[in-house]
């Protein structure tokens, strides 16, 4: 069993990877250009491998885990909207033995029924949400974060298959996927080429960028399709048959090749199917959803933070390709770990170009023996760049030399360091260059300080200037040092002195996020906060009593005590003060006696209020509130459509409270 050091790096660094991967396929449509791709099969396997560590390994897992989190912020091209109903993603599968687990999972959850479903294409597009008011369309919205996507209406509006107008006069909102035919793209590269303009890679890509283009009249041009798949918010039936259906009666395009099936082995046939006759269709596919078709077992089953429990997507196996590794390039982490790349001969993958793979980290390199001229095979399921899953040493060369961890760190030359436990070779030079920029970034991320106006070329010329060395020497920054650099005008300068300035009053719990504690994601510094109240109670907090904070374990304890009390850091936060950030203290939260005191609490089932408003009513009643129903639990505190949380706890003889008795406990009335 691996040690708890060399687990919690390689937490960190899955959080790492699957954070960045998210951002570039979500929110960089038309970047394809981009180095920083992985393919869907290996990012799954990433998210599943990271799943099983906060499995085993609660205590370890960071606050911002991309397992709870959908995806990263949308750009800002178009207004912003928040979703009334969020746009979750789905969880993935790869084989019909995991489908049938799936499946078993499914009815164990409801009670041992046998649920009906139905499969639908995944077609290989760009989400989005259409909302209509009194029958009418009333705006067009992307994915974005899940919680808030663009405003894309007037180019939703250009897509014919789409009305504009229902057959009722009613509110409905419906989900779909708008993508490109493959006869379309064609056409859009044709003309593309014809003007010397660089080519789109695939329909997905020419999909995405087309739907956000600022021009309509060049939405329009494109020729742009859509399917409808679900109804978040209107006039539901009994089934989701039912509602596609309906979708149909209100004239939406709905695919043809959707299935209703009786058993989960009818939907193993039909993922057969269509993984063998996917090019017959004038569209791309990466894969099958399954559905349970009854929405009463829906609301049974419910959700996870990120995906609902009643679908699936089952992908299609990952295509391969044989390449060349020719070099490899290090990047350097705001930790000092370096990251290696590798460089490949380009090689035509799932109608993209791949040059380029990330390795994670030197432990990788080693498990695979890779060498410099090694032929490597890639494997690719969707837009992403690949992973090397393997490498044919019996055609190596003699004289092939083996790739080894630096013996420096690669932008600031000091000493590369492996620490035993750690997987990761670290640069120990606290003042690095891509470390400080790194670190600069966090600062201003939206999570964290949320100064959007400061990138990180902007950041690499305040450098060169010698302007900036550490975060807190933004505020410094004056209009004129600003006025000097490259794509710095007047409104420029002004917008990034406007933003800084702005992020000088700040929460307790964003500065305490945006200093980068190892481990303390924007949930523990929340937490942190409500704790202390104060910066300087924090600063001072000793390690046990900082450990002896339910949520916050051992490790990150340690992080967090050996961080305040590193003179560096120190003298960083007092010049962060000195120059006018102040964060704003914090009520402490105060636990109070009631008979929740030191009890084991559960919720379940949809509450009249948001579950977090009920987990902090009940810490501060001094409950302990945790997720999965045991023989320790105390108390299931139930709301409508309570799943088998509420008949394992029959079975185990747990009281059962509502609302009412949950609210008499907090006032001490029993």
């Not at 906060?54 to 750009?75: A, C, F, G, H, W």
């Not at 687990?101 to 995944?122: A, N, T």
């Not at 009722?168 to 590269?189: P, Q």
């Not at 850091?569 to 962060?576: D, G, H, V, Y």
Request: with cysteine.
């Amino acid at each position: 069993m691996p040690s708890l050091p060399t687990t919690q790096a390689r937490i960190n660094k899955l959080n790492s990877i699957i954070h960045q991967y998210n951002h570039s396929y979500y929110c960089s449509f038309e970047s394809e250009t981009s180095h920083l791709r992985c393919n869907d099969e290996n990012y799954d396997s990433l998210v599943r491998e990271l799943e099983e560590l906060e499995k085993q390994y609660p205590e370890l897992r960071l606050e911002d885990s991309p397992t709870v989190y959908v995806i990263d912020k949308p750009n800002t091209s178009f207004p912003t909207r928040k979703h009334k109903i969020p746009m979750l993603s789905l969880g993935n599968i790869y084989s019909s033995e995991e489908l049938l687990k799936w499946d078993g999972d499914i009815r164990k959850r409801l009670g041992g029924q046998k649920p009906k479903y139905v499969c639908e294409l995944k077609i290989d597009g760009v989400a989005v949400s259409l909302i209509y008011k009194n029958g009418l369309l009333e705006a067009g919205l992307t994915r974005g974060d899940g919680s808030q996507g663009e405003e894309i209406t007037s180019n939703i509006k250009t897509i014919s298959s789409l009305p504009l107008m229902i057959n009722e006069k009613s509110d409905l909102e419906v989900r779909g996927e708008v993508y490109l035919k493959r006869k379309n793209f064609d056409a859009i590269n044709y003309l593309r080429k014809i003007n010397g303009d660089t080519l789109f890679k695939n329909p997905r890509n020419s999909a995405a960028g087309s739907i956000r283009l600022l021009d309509s009249t060049e939405t329009r041009k494109r020729k742009l399709d859509a399917f409808i798949y679900n109804i978040a918010d209107g006039k539901l039936q009994e089934t989701h048959t039912g509602n596609l259906d309906y979708l149909s009666q209100m004239k939406f395009p709905v695919n043809s090749e959707t299935k209703h099936v009786e058993t989960i082995e009818e939907a193993v046939e039909y993922c057969r199917y269509w993984e063998e006759h996917k090019q017959d269709l004038p569209y791309d596919i990466d894969g099958i959803v399954i559905k349970v078709n009854s929405l009463k077992h829906h609301r049974q089953l419910g959700l996870t933070s990120s995906s609902p429990r009643w679908a699936t997507a089952v992908k299609f196996s990952a295509e391969q390709a044989v390449s060349v590794l020719k070099e490899v390039e290090i990047g350097v982490g705001r930790t000092g770990n370096l990251i290696p790349v590798a460089i490949l001969e380009p090689v035509e993958l799932n109608g993209t170009t791949v040059s380029r793979a990330t390795l994670h980290n030197y432990y990788q390199v080693d498990r695979l023996n890779l060498h410099f001229g090694d032929y490597v095979t890639l494997e690719k399921g969707g837009e992403i760049i690949p992973k090397i899953v393997s490498v044919d040493p019996t055609i190596r060369s003699a004289t092939a030399q083996k790739i080894e961890p630096p013996d420096n760190c690669p932008a600031c030359g000091s000493r590369a360091v492996h620490k035993t436990g750690e997987v990761d070779w670290r640069c120990q030079n606290k003042n690095c260059k891509a470390q400080q920029i790194e670190k600069i970034l966090h600062y201003v991320s939206r999570k964290a300080m949320d100064i959007d106006t400061i990138g990180p070329a902007l950041i690499d010329q305040l450098m060169e200037k010698n302007l900036l060395h550490n975060a807190a020497d933004l505020y410094l920054l004056s209009h004129k040092d600003l006025s000097g650099l490259d794509r710095m005008g007047d409104k420029s300068s002004n917008n990034v002195i406007a933003g800084i300035d702005k992020s000088r009053q700040c929460t307790l719990s964003k500065f305490i996020h945006a200093l980068g504690i190892n481990n303390v994601g924007e949930k523990t510094a929340d937490i942190l906060a409500q704790n202390f109240g104060t910066l300087e109670k924090l600063m001072y907090a000793e390690e046990l009593e900082l450990e002896n904070i339910e949520e916050i374990g051992p490790i990150t304890a340690k992080n967090i005590f050996c961080f305040f009390r590193d003179p560096e850091q120190k003298q960083l936060i007092s010049e962060f003060l000195e120059r006018g950030v102040q964060p704003k203290d914090e009520k402490i939260l105060q636990i109070s006696d009631s008979a929740f005191s030191g009890k084991n609490v559960v919720m379940t089932g949809t509450l009249s209020e948001p579950r977090d408003v009920w987990k902090k009513r009940l810490k501060q009643a001094g409950a302990n509130v945790s997720s999965s129903v045991s023989s320790k639990t105390d108390y299931l505190l139930v709301g409508d459509n309570a799943g088998t949380k509420l008949l394992k706890a029959e079975k185990l003889k747990v009281k059962v409270l509502d609302e009412v008795d949950a609210i008499n406990f907090l006032e001490n009335k029993y």
